[in-house]
């Protein structure tokens, strides 16, 4: 379910375990939790949401988006996880925060690619954009992403208007994840693993394989 890095820290939603008699995780939804050193302590909304997908930004440490799986709209939090409003109606597959301009939110639709300049409040159209399912900021470019379309075919470009896009290889089977550093590194996790390239997509390094379902 939606799980995400702030600062030192992990946050995460989604279901308990069947079995699980760890009280941090309340049944049916988690809401939000965190693990520090510490372990895993409960944040907020306990019992009550379970967000498909959360995303922050290094450019405003105390900001939270989520997508909540009981209805669709943009929910957000100012004061890391404690307390949440609910901004934009929005039916999305993923979202993310730009890692400069955290007013900037671009979200991954069935009507295209999306993008916020007002925090998540309201949303536009990516000109040009191509179709994309899973995305991340991407902060070696201004208002950069990175993402994977609905064909594997993994895309590099910004929100910025009048930007072009460009291919950097592509997914292994469907893409659950892609993640971006300020050194260039990108991870993506697909059906073959977890591959990592460090040269702009023209070559991939197999880091962790998934093995075959048997």
């Known amino acids: 379910m939606g799980l995400t890095v702030q600062g030192d820290s992990l946050l995460a939603s989604g279901h308990p375990g069947p079995e699980s008699d760890d009280a941090t995780f ?3 939804n988690i809401g939000l939790v965190r693990h520090t050193e510490s372990g895993w302590e409960q944040v907020s909304l306990a019992g009550i949401t379970d967000f498909h ?33 609910d901004l934009a109606a929005l039916t999305a597959r993923d979202i993310s925060i730009d890692t400069v301009q955290p007013d900037v939110v671009t979200a991954t639709t069935a009507d295209g690619l999306m993008v916020s ?88 390094q197999l880091v962790i394989e998934t093995e075959p379902a048997s």
């Open 117 to 204: 300049r007002d925090g998540g409040a309201t949303f536009s159209p990516v000109q040009d954009a191509p179709v994309l399912v899973v995305i991340a900021a991407d902060p070696t470019v201004q208002e950069g992403i990175i993402g994977v379309g609905t064909d594997g075919t993994i895309w590099t470009g910004s929100t910025v208007p009048g930007s072009s896009w460009s291919t950097a290889g592509r997914a292994t089977g469907a893409a659950a994840a892609i993640a971006a550093a300020a050194d260039g590194t990108v991870a993506i996790a697909d059906e073959g693993g977890v591959r990592v390239t460090t040269d702009g997509g023209k070559t991939w």
């Open 53 to 85: 997908m959360l995303a922050t930004t290094p450019a405003a440490p105390e900001f939270i988006l989520g997508l909540p799986s009981d209805r669709a709209v943009l929910a957000a939090s100012t004061d890391a996880g404690q307390t949440w409003v």
């Open 26 to 28: 309340i049944a049916p």
